[in-house]
């Protein structure tokens, strides 16, 4: 079997969805994208820790200063 990738305007998308549907050899599968639980309860977790300590927050550019320090 052969998968092909195909990029259109968004302005055609539902026309060519429509001719490609009568054709019975061919399957359309809509690529769904869903964030797991075990990340969502991950990031709620890392919330409440923010909130409860705000102090122990770092800037992105201190942690990359830090972390470069590291180097050897």
Known sequence: MTQILL????EKVKAFLSFINDLKYIKV??????VPEWQKKEVRKRLK???A????LVSSKDALRHLKSLRV
């Open 7 to 10: 990029s259109l305007p968004d």
């Open 29 to 34: 599968e809509e690529k769904q994208f869903t």
């Open 49 to 51: 820790s923010i909130k």
């Open 53 to 56: 300590k705000p102090s122990q």
